[in-house]
């Protein structure tokens, strides 16, 4: 268990919690779900842990659902290939990624990001507001 975990579960005071991440946080509760710590009741992640290659390929591709997929396994390609197709952050991710570095670690990378994807018709965001 990550020592954060435990840290913040004595300063919280509880004695029985669940975790929800997604994105990166989705790493972080499929860890913590394994490693099963005390109190934890549940995880909830709105990603999957582990997508085959063969269904990666023909959800990219827009595929139809490869045959021989039990029904629950179905469900998880439609809701993959939803994300892959209507996810917004994924499209901007995808096209333009190098933008992508400078926002761990630097405002003006921040910037150049939002400057280069702008509204998604061409043209630079209107207004920035400060968070």
């Known amino acids: 268990m990550p020592d954060g975990t435990i840290i ?4 919280l005071g509880y004695t029985r919690y669940v975790a929800q991440g997604g994105d990166w946080g989705a ?10 710590p005390p109190g934890l009741l ?3 992640t709105n990603m999957p842990g582990a997508v085959p290659a063969d269904i ?14 039990s029904a629950e396994e179905r469900r998880a390609y439609e809701q ?5 197709k209507h996810v917004a952050i994924y499209t901007l991710m995808a096209s333009r990624p190098q933008t992508l570095y400078g ?3 630097s405002p003006v990378g921040l910037a150049a ?4 994807h702008g509204d998604g018709g061409g043209q630079p965001p209107r207004r920035s507001s400060r968070c």
């Open 27 to 36: 790493f972080v509760v499929d860890l913590m779900g394994v490693q099963a």
């Open 113 to 116: 990001y939002m400057l280069d």
């Open 56 to 69: 990666d390929k023909a959800t990219l591709a827009g595929a139809p659902p490869p045959s021989g997929l």
């Open 103 to 105: 926002l761990a670690d």
């Open 8 to 11: 913040a579960r004595k300063r």
């Open 42 to 44: 549940g995880i909830h």
């Open 80 to 84: 993959l290939l939803f994300t892959y």
